[in-house]
Protein backbone atom coordinates (compact mmCIF):
# COMPACT_ATOMS: atom_id res chain seq x y z
CA UNK A 1 0.00 0.00 0.00
CA UNK A 2 1.30 3.66 -0.59
CA UNK A 3 0.72 6.34 1.78
CA UNK A 4 0.05 9.60 1.16
CA UNK A 5 0.47 12.04 4.16
CA UNK A 6 -1.05 15.75 4.35
CA UNK A 7 -2.27 18.63 6.74
CA UNK A 8 0.88 19.93 8.73
CA UNK A 9 1.78 23.41 8.70
CA UNK A 10 2.39 25.86 11.19
CA UNK A 11 0.39 26.98 13.99
CA UNK A 12 0.67 28.60 17.27
CA UNK A 13 0.72 26.98 20.83
CA UNK A 14 -3.21 25.85 21.49
CA UNK A 15 -4.11 25.43 18.05
CA UNK A 16 -5.74 22.61 16.05
CA UNK A 17 -4.57 20.42 13.09
CA UNK A 18 -6.02 17.37 10.99
CA UNK A 19 -3.00 15.47 9.45
CA UNK A 20 -4.73 12.93 6.54
CA UNK A 21 -3.20 9.41 5.66
CA UNK A 22 -4.78 8.52 2.22
CA UNK A 23 -4.08 5.16 1.28
CA UNK A 24 -3.30 4.11 -2.50
CA UNK A 25 -2.83 0.94 -4.34
CA UNK A 26 -4.40 -1.31 -1.63
CA UNK A 27 -7.24 -1.17 0.53
CA UNK A 28 -6.80 0.38 4.18
CA UNK A 29 -9.12 -1.75 5.79
CA UNK A 30 -6.81 -4.45 5.80
CA UNK A 31 -3.82 -2.62 7.51
CA UNK A 32 -3.39 -1.39 11.40
CA UNK A 33 -2.26 2.07 11.30
CA UNK A 34 -0.34 4.34 13.27
CA UNK A 35 1.17 7.88 12.91
CA UNK A 36 5.13 8.80 14.09
CA UNK A 37 7.06 11.68 14.45
CA UNK A 38 10.41 13.00 13.83
CA UNK A 39 11.81 16.32 15.72
CA UNK A 40 15.15 17.54 13.95
CA UNK A 41 17.84 15.64 15.57
CA UNK A 42 15.67 12.74 17.37
CA UNK A 43 14.37 9.49 17.07
CA UNK A 44 11.15 8.57 15.12
CA UNK A 45 8.82 8.30 18.04
CA UNK A 46 5.36 6.59 18.34
CA UNK A 47 2.62 8.98 18.92
CA UNK A 48 -0.67 6.87 17.85
CA UNK A 49 -1.83 3.46 16.33
CA UNK A 50 -5.33 2.20 15.30
CA UNK A 51 -6.67 -1.34 14.65
CA UNK A 52 -7.73 -2.45 11.48
CA UNK A 53 -11.43 -2.12 12.10
CA UNK A 54 -11.09 1.17 14.44
CA UNK A 55 -12.02 -0.86 17.19
CA UNK A 56 -8.99 0.03 19.80
CA UNK A 57 -6.91 3.04 19.99
CA UNK A 58 -3.11 3.45 21.29
CA UNK A 59 -1.76 7.32 21.91
CA UNK A 60 1.80 7.59 23.51
CA UNK A 61 1.85 9.00 26.86
CA UNK A 62 2.51 12.62 25.75
CA UNK A 63 -0.34 13.19 23.59
CA UNK A 64 -3.04 11.33 25.62
CA UNK A 65 -6.06 13.73 25.75
CA UNK A 66 -4.72 15.98 22.61
CA UNK A 67 -4.80 13.80 19.94
CA UNK A 68 -7.57 11.84 18.34
CA UNK A 69 -6.27 8.96 15.99
CA UNK A 70 -9.14 7.66 13.56
CA UNK A 71 -10.04 5.98 10.23
CA UNK A 72 -12.63 5.93 7.42
CA UNK A 73 -12.30 2.53 6.23
CA UNK A 74 -14.57 3.61 2.90
CA UNK A 75 -12.67 6.45 1.92
CA UNK A 76 -9.34 4.73 2.59
CA UNK A 77 -7.66 7.12 5.22
CA UNK A 78 -6.35 7.54 8.49
CA UNK A 79 -6.60 11.00 10.37
CA UNK A 80 -5.01 11.93 13.24
CA UNK A 81 -6.60 14.86 15.27
CA UNK A 82 -4.11 17.43 17.14
CA UNK A 83 -5.24 19.56 19.52
CA UNK A 84 -4.29 21.48 22.30
CA UNK A 85 -0.52 21.74 20.38
CA UNK A 86 2.09 22.55 21.92
CA UNK A 87 5.66 23.64 20.73
CA UNK A 88 7.31 20.67 21.85
CA UNK A 89 5.06 18.68 19.17
CA UNK A 90 6.93 20.47 16.13
CA UNK A 91 7.78 17.37 13.83
CA UNK A 92 7.42 15.91 10.80
CA UNK A 93 4.79 13.33 11.44
CA UNK A 94 4.67 10.08 9.26
CA UNK A 95 1.81 7.34 8.94
CA UNK A 96 2.37 3.87 8.45
CA UNK A 97 0.69 0.77 7.84
CA UNK A 98 0.88 -2.78 8.80
CA UNK A 99 -0.42 -5.70 7.15
CA UNK A 100 0.54 -8.79 8.98
CA UNK A 101 -0.82 -7.69 12.85
CA UNK A 102 1.01 -10.04 14.72
CA UNK A 103 0.68 -9.48 18.36
CA UNK A 104 -0.08 -5.68 17.31
CA UNK A 105 -1.18 -4.86 20.75
CA UNK A 106 1.93 -5.78 21.96
CA UNK A 107 3.89 -4.11 18.96
CA UNK A 108 2.02 -0.94 18.02
CA UNK A 109 4.40 1.77 19.01
CA UNK A 110 7.51 -0.35 17.24
CA UNK A 111 8.71 1.39 13.90
CA UNK A 112 9.90 -2.13 12.86
CA UNK A 113 6.50 -3.37 12.60
CA UNK A 114 5.33 -1.23 9.77
CA UNK A 115 5.52 -2.34 6.30
CA UNK A 116 4.85 0.75 4.69
CA UNK A 117 5.46 4.48 5.11
CA UNK A 118 4.37 7.71 3.94
CA UNK A 119 6.44 10.73 2.85
CA UNK A 120 5.96 12.71 6.36
CA UNK A 121 4.13 16.02 6.80
CA UNK A 122 5.55 19.22 8.79
CA UNK A 123 3.91 20.28 11.86
CA UNK A 124 5.48 23.52 13.62
CA UNK A 125 3.96 24.77 16.89
CA UNK A 126 4.95 28.23 17.64
CA UNK A 127 5.15 29.20 20.94
Known amino acids: VQLQASGGGLVQAGGSLRLSCAASGRTVRKYNCGWFRQAPGKERDFVAA????????YYADSVKGRFTISRDNAKNTVFLQLNSLRPEDTAVYYC?????????????????????WGQGTLVTVSS
Open 50 to 57: ITRSGGTT
Open 96 to 116: AADRSGTYYSHTYNFTDVYDS
